[in-house]
């Protein structure tokens, strides 16, 4: 018992379970919907025509773009995804994959069930060399 009385043990203790909520916090941020990694993506949209969404903003997506993704803006998502077929898988891109991880939900509730996020974003599609368009 004077293990946990004693206070350099006590913060060692506070410490190591600190580290591991640490740990812990990265897998518990992903908001839902299934992280793909550039090269899944690539699969997806070939083989099941997904539709690529990119959510960032004009000039971004201006410098720089997958081919074939639709640029919709996060306050034009609702609007613009009347007419994407409803049965088609979505893969949402934003920078870094953290904005759009955080639209999955919205995304859904608009009757998309099939809903991605490329993991890493377009700097993990740069980071596998990958061609972005430029419009």
């Not at 690539?42 to 690529?52: D, M, R, S, V």
């Amino acid at each position: 018992m004077d293990f946990l009385t004693d206070t350099n043990n006590l913060l060692i203790l506070v410490v190591a379970f600190l580290s591991g909520m640490m740990l812990l916090f990265p897998s518990l941020s992903k908001r839902g919907g299934q992280f793909l990694t550039p090269t899944q993506a690539t699969q997806k949209i070939n083989h099941q025509h997904a539709i690529l969404i990119d959510i960032r903003s004009a000039d971004s997506y201006k410098t720089g773009h997958i081919a074939q993704s639709r640029h919709i803006e996060v306050s034009e998502l609702s609007s613009k995804t009347e007419k994407i077929a409803k049965d088609k898988p979505i893969i949402l891109v934003c920078e870094s994959g953290r904005n759009a991880s955080k639209q999955v939900a919205a995304v859904r509730k608009l009757g998309f069930s099939d809903v991605s996020v490329l993991d890493g974003g377009i700097l993990a599609w740069t980071q596998a060399s990958l061609p972005l368009k430029k419009s």
